[in-house]
């Protein structure tokens, strides 16, 4: 045991080395780009946070910054066991459109997996395309660490976009379209 921790403690830090040094190299322009803190989404999902703040000083780039990291760590993230689980996760974030499409196939039985896998995202960077606020539309695109394993094999580390076409809905922020662009391994 203490000789296969040897090995995998630095595999692992220099895969987390190689990560950052990639994630630096690719970085998104700065232009529009916002990073914030997780701890700026509520336990609901929301932005509300319950902290004794003027929620009114809440801009729309926050806002839409917010529901796109929400949304997309969410739908960027499953598991072998519970295979839909990651659109009912997100469904909170999603406009009255794309529900009806996710309602859908969580109605249907999951195809079995035939091996345990795991997929973990977590967004790094956003950049608002365009943020229309009195039309109530904005496109996003938002940088996501993914970290996939598969049955026994050693973890993949990729970085992959998602691209987010956002709606207000009852005056709320929802994610009307997401697409997946390719994988910087």
Do not use: C
């Not at 859908?104 to 608002?128: G, H, K, W």
């Not at 943020?131 to 049955?151: F, H, I, M, S, T």
Request: hydrophobic share 40%; proline share 5%.
């Amino acid at each position: 045991m203490r000789r296969f921790m040897l090995i995998v403690i630095p595999l692992v830090l220099l895969g987390l080395v190689v990560v950052a040094w990639v994630a630096q190299k690719s970085k998104p322009s700065d232009r529009n780009v916002a990073n914030l803190n997780l701890a700026d989404v509520g336990p609901d999902g929301s932005g509300n946070t319950n902290r004794a703040s003027d929620s009114s000083a809440t801009s729309a780039r926050e806002e839409v910054v917010t529901v796109s990291r929400a949304f997309s760590e969410r739908y960027g993230s499953s598991s072998s066991d519970a295979p839909n689980g990651h659109l009912a996760a997100a469904l909170p974030f999603v406009s009255l459109a794309l529900q009806s499409s996710f309602q859908r196939v969580l109605s249907r039985p999951p195809s079995p997996s035939e091996e345990p896998t795991l997929i973990t995202s977590r967004a790094f960077a956003f950049d608002i395309r365009s943020l229309d606020e009195k039309a109530g539309r904005a496109e996003v695109a938002v940088w996501l660490q993914r970290k996939e394993l598969v049955g026994t094999q050693l973890p993949v580390v990729y970085q992959q976009n998602l691209s987010l076409s956002l709606v207000k809905e009852q005056g709320a922020w929802k994610v009307n379209l997401a697409v997946w662009g390719g994988k910087q391994e």
